[in-house]
């Protein structure tokens, strides 16, 4: 499996792994619960019970234990993070903003100049999409990233 | 991470070192989120804009084309008494293209309705288990909200269970729908040009075949005694379904188009 891949199960790991480890215990109880019913028995499946068990019964991990020290650690380090995120925001803004107020000016200009490309310039086609073969950068990527061919050979 | 630079610098007391790593890594986002902050974005912005002297002059149309359809109107005035009855809820105004508002994904729920529910209360298990396997978030059981006799329902039974997505969970449960599960369907090839809730919000509806498509239920299928369905609702912030659609497909999501007749297309 792929770096990607991995990456997309591990948010469920935890969750998936511990049902699995429970896989060959539920089919030695589910043919135990259908040999003998006894008379208190609810008709529920065995595996509800370990079900109920991930969900409700499973004690949340033990965070650790910070000392006045390590809080402030921990909080100056969640402010940096913040620092770092603000200031990428920051940024992105700025340079979105440059471009803007270029695209803005070229439009303004060709008003100016020529009216008939200005028209054909703010058409609009009624239901545009992105091209199927754009597809999100991967870390592995093809080869090929673009078929210039249109798919004539 | 893979390919990701990082600065680690050595904590000094030696019971922290364990508990603090002071490594700012290139900020790790979802593949999605990246991919919107590089390139969607400014993409959007671009195909978005409208000068203002068009915009004016749409505008303009605009008004009179209503005004003319109201004038034009024939048959019974509306009546005033039921003005508050507003049937059909009126769209949001499109906003004014700045560099700063184009849409976004705001929101992703994922849903399952659970109606052998009903008759046997543990079959919710089965969808809470496979929302937080699915989503990696705990699920929340919703009750029903008014009574249903034609399927024994009463107002409120725990009929279903769902999960809001927001941030990176959201992004890559979203990626995992359409680089892992949409493919694996069978005669799967879009969404339609008439989805969306006419304000730019998309509901995709899956049944019981394709949750087991998705890695993590592969593990562990044959713990479920009940496989159900599930719907994923994706809310944007785009006013319009053709910009929600435009966002969406950005993402990777297909939408089938409606095939030009031969006169129209060309070969450059």
């Known amino acids: 499996m792929s770096a990607f891949g991995r990456r997309l199960c591990l948010s469920t790991k935890g969750t998936a792994s511990m049902l699995g480890r429970g896989a060959s215990a539920a089919k030695t109880s589910r043919k135990a619960a259908a040999a003998s019913r006894g008379p208190g028995h609810t008709n529920s499946d065995p595996r509800y019970e370990q079900m109920k068990r991930i969900l409700f019964e499973e004690e949340p991990r033990q965070l650790p234990e910070l000392t006045a020290e390590d809080v402030e650690r921990h909080e100056t380090i969640l402010r940096a993070e913040k620092i770092y995120y603000m200031q990428k925001s920051a940024q992105r803004r700025q340079e979105r903003e440059r471009r803007f107020g270029a695209m803005e000016k070229a439009y303004v200009a060709l008003e100016k100049l020529d009216s008939r490309l200005f028209e054909a310039a703010c058409k609009k086609e009624p239901n545009v999409t992105f091209p199927r073969q754009m597809r999100v950068p991967t870390e592995t990527p093809p080869r090929v990233i673009w078929d210039y061919s249109n798919g004539k050979k | ?268």
Request: aromatic share 8%; glycine share 6%.
């Open chain 2, 1 to 268: 991470m893979f390919g990701v630079k990082s600065m680690r610098s050595a904590v000094a007391s030696t019971a922290s070192k364990r508990l603090f790593a002071t490594s700012i890594a290139q900020a790790y986002q979802t593949r999605l989120n990246q991919f919107f902050h590089n390139t969607l974005r400014d993409d959007l912005m671009i195909l978005q804009y409208v000068p203002p002297s068009v915009r004016a002059r749409q505008g303009a149309a605009e008004e009179t084309r209503m005004k003319e359809a109201k004038e034009s109107m024939g048959g019974t005035p509306p009546n005033p008494l039921r003005k508050h009855k507003q049937i059909r809820r009126p769209k949001p105004n499109v906003p004014v293209p700045t560099a700063h508002n184009t849409p976004f994904v705001d929101k992703v729920t994922v849903h399952i309705r659970c109606r052998e529910a009903l008759q046997n209360k543990h079959h919710l298990l089965s969808a809470l288990m496979a929302l937080q396997i699915l989503t990696g978030e705990r699920g929340e059981v919703l009750k029903a909200k008014n009574d249903a006799a034609a399927w024994k329902l009463r107002k409120g039974m725990p009929i279903s269970a769902k999960v809001e997505l927001t941030g990176d969970n959201m992004y890559e449960f979203l990626d995992k729908l359409i680089e892992v599960v949409l493919p694996r369907m069978k005669e799967y090839h879009g969404l339609k040009m008439s989805a969306g809730d006419g304000v730019g919000n998309f509901t995709l509806g899956f049944d019981s075949s394709v949750i087991g498509l998705f890695p993590e239920m592969e593990v562990v299928y044959d713990m479920f005694p009940l496989v159900t369905g599930f719907s994923v609702n994706i809310k944007t912030t785009a006013v319009r379904n053709p910009t929600g659609r435009l966002l969406l497909s950005g993402f990777g999501l297909p939408f089938l188009h409606a095939r030009k007749p031969k006169s129209e297309t060309f070969d450059l």
